[in-house]
């Protein structure tokens, strides 16, 4: 009977290490909602015009998951330079710095999908940005996409944040 029970234990335990990604994963990932990710992505605009180095990490996945950050200019952040997340907090104080600010004009969400270790929830954003000493200082249109990870109890990590720089008409 012990053997029996210490067995059903060790199975137990194994189908919930399955479902969970481990004992490393601090919730299961679920499906992500709308509602989800817009909160944390205005929660990320804040941070960011607050220079909330604390906050704005804590908004992002970790390795492996983490997939990059990039904008064109200014504060251009392309390429393998994008994907490295050890330098994505000094990148925001840098940029914090020089009075780079966002307003988060629009949101949309573009569903799930399924990806590695669990699925992600993808979604556009448009904003305006404005940044000391580049133009006049005025605002300018910036659109971008994003992914983002979620899990149990509304935790919200991005993966990924691309912004580019619209041309004025």
């Known amino acids: 009977m012990r053997i029996a029970l210490a067995a059903a234990t060790v199975a137990g335990i194994a189908a919930l290490i399955a479902l969970t990604g481990g004992p490393g994963d601090a919730t299961a990932r679920s499906a992500c909602s709308s509602a989800e990710i817009r909160a944390e992505l205005a929660a990320f605009v804040d941070a960011h015009n607050r220079g909330d180095s604390e906050r704005l990490d804590s908004l992002f996945a970790e390795e ?3 997939e990059w950050y990039s904008t064109s200019s200014p504060g251009q ?14 990148y925001f104080q840098r940029r914090h710095a020089a009075g ?10 573009n569903g799930n999908s399924a990806g590695q270790g669990g699925g992600y929830g993808n979604f556009e954003m448009r904003m305006r940005r404005r940044v000391e000493g580049y133009g006049q200082g ?9 992914a983002a990870i979620c899990g149990g109890g509304g935790a919200v990590r991005f993966i990924v944040i691309s912004l580019g720089t619209v041309p004025a008409r």
């Open 100 to 109: 780079d600010r966002f307003d988060l004009r629009s949101f949309g969400f």
């Open 64 to 66: 492996p998951d983490f």
């Open 138 to 146: 005025d605002w300018f249109r910036s659109w971008g996409k994003g």
């Open 77 to 90: 952040r392309l390429g393998q330079e994008a994907k490295k997340r050890r330098t994505l907090i000094g």
